[in-house]
């Protein structure tokens, strides 16, 4: 029988014959996920066979990332944060740059306050979800256009015991709030992709993850421009945006006209620009 050693090397090596940038790390992770493991406790089983269920288990999995899948389908959940996140096949896969954005937002909410905060394009909901997580006095309104999103995120917020504290709403932008409702922040991860642009992403994105998720338009902007006007009017406290790394000077103009003050950029962990918030200024 083969060692696991030997598996993770045989997979490795498949992997980045299929162009996956990372093989040997996400040849571990497809290992741990099977074996239930830490990835570091792989080591401690080197030497050790897998039993022929294990490998009945892996080869499915090492076959759709070998098609390029996105690997936190492939897992069927990503770490962000302080949280694991369920991440249903057909949603938005988290980006760790995302983080940016939650900070971005985090900053415009005090701890000890009741606030409502409406997450547009919510996806998985680990901006929303993050967020209602670090404020325990934060009510939630989620809102996507996509139902396979919203039941991701019903599981997420389950997962995280904060059911109680959002409110899953179908469609588009801020029409599902009722306008009786408070809103005090609204966020939001955008589309923000130039839409000649798609077609030069890796496989992972251009092939597999949603296209209402990424296209924002022929210069990428345009959610930002339906959604900023809509937040001036309902946002009570301001609003946070996740940006393209070459988008800040123009949804700063968009935040600024519409009556945003104090507008700031947030880097992501490569030093990209990433996000931006402004406060109210009506």
């Not at 932008?173 to 923000?192: E, F, K």
Request: aromatic fraction near 4%; charge should be neutral.
């Amino acid at each position: 029988m083969q060692s696991l050693r030997d598996i993770l090397l045989k997979t490795a090596a498949y992997l980045g014959k299929q162009g996956v940038d990372r093989p040997r790390f996400e040849a571990e992770q497809i290992l741990a996920k099977v074996l239930q493991l830490k990835r570091m406790e792989l080591y401690l089983r080197f030497d050790q066979p897998l039993a022929p269920a294990e490998l009945d288990a892996l080869r499915p999995l090492v076959a759709r990332r070998g098609r390029r899948e996105p690997l936190a389908w492939v897992l069927g959940d990503e770490g962000f944060g302080e949280h694991e996140f369920a991440v249903h096949k057909g949603v938005l896969c988290p980006r760790q740059d995302t983080w940016a954005l939650v900070e971005a937002a985090l900053a415009l909410l005090p701890v000890d306050e009741d606030l409502f905060v409406a997450d547009i394009g919510t996806g998985t909901g680990i901006v929303g979800l993050s967020i209602a997580a670090a404020r325990p006095r934060v009510k939630l309104y989620a809102i996507d256009l996509s139902a396979e999103a919203l039941a991701n995120t019903k599981e997420n917020a389950r997962r995280l015991g904060l059911e109680a504290r959002v409110a899953l709403l179908h469609g588009s932008l801020l029409d599902p709030v009722p306008a009786a409702r408070p809103i005090d922040l609204v966020v939001s991860n955008p589309p923000y992709i130039r839409r000649g642009d798609l077609a030069g992403l890796d496989p992972e994105v251009r092939d597999w993850e949603p296209i209402l998720a990424l296209d924002g338009g022929p210069d990428g902007l345009d959610v930002y421009r339906a959604l900023i006007p809509q937040a001036a009017k309902r946002a009570r406290r301001g609003l946070a945006l996740e940006i393209g790394h070459d988008q800040a000077a123009d949804v700063t103009v968009l935040m600024s006209q519409a009556g945003f003050v104090d507008v700031t950029l947030r880097k992501d962990m490569a030093g990209r620009d990433r996000a931006l918030a402004g406060r109210q200024g009506g």
